[in-house]
């Protein structure tokens, strides 16, 4: 089954602490991104990677890092500085980075 | 940068009705794509467009490709309990190299 998975489904964490959300795709894509998801609000893009070994900061990259090592992996690390962590993540690959996105199910990041 | 404009946030219907969202720009777009986010998982793509004037059909989803390629609509027939999401719309701006933007989205309730 080709897609995109991304874990944990849930997630919690103290504040303080640096968390590693996972994200992976077998759909040969070259494009990947993140993105948060508040309540009620829409989507906001933290990094995107047109390329394996090349990644761009999106609207909202402060507090967070990304790698990307593998074309299939695109982990994104949610830093201490980043000072509003508790959200829904969302993760998405594309084949190149003009072309229609597919989402991963997300992961809801509770931090306390 | 680019804004995608979707209005309002929020529409209620009761089932069985019609309904007609759409999405609106002042820049031209080379392709117009609807995703539909159940509650707690990732958007899925619904249609996808790429041609100004194209109307493509998905059961009883049928979405439209502006003739001025600034705007799209989605229309969803008889609606269900099941059709209760949120909407997003997304265009990948005429120009090369250039990912998807996304509308904040519009929340659906379905009245039984």
């Known amino acids: 089954d080709g897609g995109i998975t991304q874990s944990p489904k849930y997630l919690f964490r103290k504040e303080g602490q640096n968390v590693t959300l996972s994200c992976e795709q077998n759909?040969?894509?070259?494009?990947m991104y993140w993105y948060r998801q508040d309540p009620g609000q829409g989507l906001r893009l933290i990094y995107y990677?047109?390329?394996?070994?090349?990644?761009q900061k999106g609207d909202i990259a402060e507090g967070y890092s990304v790698s990307r090592e593998k074309k299939e992996s695109f982990p994104l690390t949610v830093t201490s500085a980043q000072k509003n962590p508790t959200a829904f993540y969302l993760c998405?690959?594309?084949?190149?980075?003009?072309?229609?996105?597919?989402f991963g199910p997300g992961t809801r990041l509770t931090v306390l | 940068g680019q804004q995608l404009n979707q209005s309002p946030q929020s529409m209620f219907i009761q089932e069985g009705e019609d309904v007609s969202m759409n999405c609106t720009s002042s820049?031209?777009?080379?392709?117009w794509l609807w995703y539909k986010q159940d509650p707690g998982e990732g958007p899925v793509l619904l249609i996808a467009?790429?041609?100004?004037?194209e109307l493509t059909s998905n059961g009883r989803l049928t979405a439209q490709f502006g003739i001025t390629r600034k705007d799209s609509f989605l229309n969803i027939s008889a609606s269900i309990p099941s059709d209760v999401g949120i909407y997003f719309c997304?265009?990948?701006?005429?120009?090369?190299?250039?990912?998807?933007?996304f509308g904040k989205g519009i929340t659906l309730s379905v009245r039984p």
């Open positions: 998405a690959s594309s084949l190149r980075l003009e072309n229609e996105q597919f």
């Open positions: 759909l040969n894509h070259d494009a």
């Open positions: 990677s047109q390329i394996v070994n090349d990644f």
């Open positions: 820049s031209i777009f080379n392709t």
């Open positions: 467009l790429y041609k100004a004037g």
């Open positions: 997304a265009g990948q701006l005429a120009g090369a190299n250039s990912k998807l933007t």
